[in-house]
Structure formats: C-alpha cells, structure tokens
C-alpha cells in the first residue's frame, strides 16, 4: 500500500504545478549597440488596452536604471493610466543600469577637470540614434516621449534636456544628484542656457527631505527667463531620497497631461468632444487614448438623446476608432438590460467591423444570444472573448468579468 502521506504530498505539487502561471505585463528586450560597443538590454511595459486595440499608439516615458526602478513606475503607469485616468496609458521603457558602476558613468557627462566624468553624451547619443528607433520600429508608439532620472539619473536627465532639448517632449529629474563635481553641471549649463537665456526643453525638478543635493544653487544659477517658462520645480518634504520618485512621476506626469484629462469625466455634446480632442490633438500631437471611464459617463450623460448620441458616435470613429468600439460596446450592454437585443447587436456588429478581436464586445454578444435563449451561440461568443483575453494578455480582473458572464451562460 502507497504512503497516503506521500500521495497527498504529490497531488498538491502536481495541482501547484497545474495552476500556477505567469504574470505578464510587459517584456525584456535588447538591441546592439554599435555607439556603445555593446548589448544593452532593457524592461518595456505595456498597458492594459495595447494588445486589445486597433492602429492605436501611446506617448512612451524612457527611465534610467530600469532595472531598478521598473516595477513601481509601471505600477503608478497602471494606476494612473488604466485605472484612475487622469493620464493616457503609456508605454515603459526602463533601460538596464548594467550594475551601479556602468550606470553612474553613463549617467555623467565629459566634463574638463572632473576626474570622475563619463560618457553621458555617448549615451544620449544611443537613445537617439539606436534605442529610441528600434523602439518606435517594433511597438505601438506615439511621436511623444519622457525621458526620467532619479538622483546620478537626475544629472543625466538635465544634461540632456540642456544639450538635447528636442530630443523627448519633457524630462523629469527626481532629486538630482548635482553636487557630483563640484556642482559641475553649472558648468555646462553656463556654456548653454547661459548663454542662449531660451530652450525649448520642459524640465520638472524635484527633492526630498534632503540636504547636500544642491538643487537650490543650481536653480539660482538657471537664467530667469528659462527658469520661469521651462522649469518646474517641486519640493516633497514628507519624502526620503528613495521615496520621492513615485510622487514626482505623478505630480510630473498629472502636469504634463493635465490638457488630455478629461476634467469633468464626460462630453455632453459631440462639439464639447471634438473640440477637447482638437485641444490635444494640438498640444500632443495625438488624442492617444479616450478612456473608457469617459466613454461610460458620457453615455449615461446623453442617454435620452439620440441624435446628440449619433453625432458622439461619429465623432468618434473619426477621431478615434478604438473609443468608438469601446462607446457602442458599453451602450450595447446598457441596451441589453433594456431588452433592446437587435439594436445593441448592431451596435456591436458596428463595433467588430473596426475591432474584430475585441473581447468585451463578444462578452456582451453572449449576454444577448443568452437572453434569446441561445446557449449553443452565447457559450460561442463567451468561449471566443475568455481565448482573445487570454491571448491578449489582458488583467485578470478583466478575465473574471468574462467569466462570470461565462457561469450564467453555463447555468442555464
């Protein structure tokens, strides 16, 4: 007789082993560097809605010492982004430091009589010339980009943004470390913004609880012209030097894309929609995402109007297709409550026309077919939106709103 303990031991690895799966929300990925002489390796997030869209393209924020730091940007990304929409879902680019002694020379620019310079300029020069290409080549990205540092990342973030002010629509430089060489950096913004007083470059600077980091002398040296038009400046006194950089990516961020936020969560008019998107579409050069959140409320907003309805919907498919999908397949669901079965299937016939492996839109198809008593096509449509999700890498959270719908399909 087999040891029962012994079995039992075997039946919870093997259901470990059954159950168990991997989290994705992004991937490593690497290209050779022939500025570099070497790999560089580096961490890409990707938000909730980038394998589920159609031709959609997303600003991208590039960090130093990705290794580091990828996890909580790509978090406060999601929260910020997917979950509260107060900014567009981005993309992460979080480029490998290599190991501190690798990173802090990339970080320091070559600077005449500082015995521990660096090659910053070499590395800004493979971002532009080599990364920031092959990005743009193999994902769904929009002309805009961030580029942020924290501390020795900090000094490589404003070197950039003086000598390479076009390179990324805006840099963030948490708590910069600007006492390395003697305040050397004075140096060569003295040779630049010293001269010139102008940029074009949007610099936010921030700082701990800290002492010794020589913000303020910097600061006090940037001409009063730049200072007052392309620099913004915040102080966390309630952060340490390793906590400040989630509040300043936020205050950052918010700042950057406070005229894509929808302030008021809903349009009550198709003209309030085109010409909020009008006003982005200028500033960014893309609407990027319309977030669903908007989407539902403006919905419920003009449910009692058809007509201004109709003209949203049209808005819509020309000034952004995937919100479109997203707007018919919310008020099919809504429409499906009412028992409007033939018209919320047309909306959403409408909708897969543009997004055809558009998950949710197959979920709510199931609801109608369940509601006509069409099991054999409702558990169809279920079986087809879990597969896309799934392969779509969707959240989970995502995939147990099909799946409850998949239950009552399943009951009945």
Known sequence: MKNPIYLLLFTSLFSLNTFSQEISIGKRDKLHSEILQEDREFSVYFPPSYNTTVKEKYPVLYILDGDYNFQYVAGLLEL?????????EMILVAISGKGTNEYRKNCKPQVKGVADSGNAEEMARFIEK???PY???????????????????????????????DLFNNYIAISPALYWGKNAIETIMKNTWGKTE????????????????????????????IMEKNIHYKEFPGEIHNSVGLPTYKWALTDIFST??????????????????????????SVFNIPLGVLGYTNYTIQKNDKEREKIQTALKEIN???????NTYLAGKLVSDKKYK??????????????NNFDSYNVLA??????????????????????????????????ELLETKEVVSGQ
């Open 321 to 327: 297709p995937n919100a479109f999908v997203l707007f």
């Open 80 to 88: 910020q982004g997917a979950i509260s929409e107060i900014i567009p």
């Open 367 to 400: 609801k109608i077919k369940m509601e006509q008593g069409n099991t054999a096509d409702a558990t169809l449509n279920m079986d087809k939106a879990i597969d896309l999700a799934k392969a779509q890498y969707a959240r989970q959270w995502q995939i147990n």
């Open 130 to 132: 080599e990364l920031i």
């Open 260 to 285: 894509w936020h929808v302030k008021q969560g809903y349009f009550d008019s198709a003209e309030a929609l085109k010409k909020h998107y009008a006003e982005v579409q200028k500033q960014y050069g």
């Open 198 to 225: 102008t940029t074009t470059a949007n610099l936010f600077i921030s700082l701990a609880n800290e002492k010794g980091m020589d913000v303020d002398k910097f600061l006090k040296k940037v001409p009063k012209s």
């Open 343 to 356: 018209e919320a299937e047309e909306l959403l016939n409408d909708a897969l026309a543009i997004n055809p």
């Open 135 to 165: 990005v743009n080549k193999n994902y769904k990205t929009a002309d805009y980009k961030i580029l942020g540092g924290h501390s020795v990342g900090g000094i490589f973030v404003i070197n950039t943004a003086i000598n390479h002010p």
